[in-house]
């Protein structure tokens, strides 16, 4: 985005459909950047951001995406090692292998927002196993 002012002008900036944006820097003179964060759950669709500003505003469109869910699962041993998988969304069977002997803390999330990273409302399951574990069922809820 670029605002054509001989000095910086305070932008007013107003997403809708729960977006959270920002532009950078502000107050704007010049070249800055319009950063938007789309909440997970977002449904798809296009969005506004309206900008405001020196007497003069802007409206800039948003295109929401939606992102595949998946199931991430992680084997994690004592010592803080992990290895991870990425099955479908309905889960599935799963194997590890090579990994060495001891405990290890298992977690399988369903990633909503495709991130990778289990967020606090992404229905997890955890459990506990020491190779070689068979039948070792995780239920994400």
């Known amino acids: 985005m670029e605002v054509l002012s001989p000095y910086p002008v305070p ?3 107003a997403a809708e459909g729960g977006l959270a944006a920002y ?13 938007v964060r789309v909440p997970t759950g977002t449904a798809p669709g296009a969005y506004r951001v309206r900008l405001e500003g020196g007497g003069a505003w802007a409206t800039a469109e948003v295109q929401v995406k939606a992102l595949p869910a998946r199931v991430v699962l992680s084997a994690c041993s004592e010592g803080g090692a992990c290895r991870s998988l990425v ?16 405990t290890y803390r298992l977690l399988a999330f369903l990633d909503r927002d495709g991130d990778g990273a289990l967020d606090p409302e992404e229905p997890r399951g ?12 995780l239920l994400v809820r």
């Open 87 to 102: 099955l479908p969304p309905e889960g599935g069977p799963f194997r590890l292998e090579g990994l060495s002997p001891g």
């Open 11 to 13: 932008v007013r900036v």
């Open 23 to 35: 532009l950078a820097p502000n107050p704007a003179q010049g070249t800055a950047h319009l950063r």
């Open 126 to 137: 955890e459990a506990e196993a020491r190779p070689p574990a068979t039948g070792v069922r």
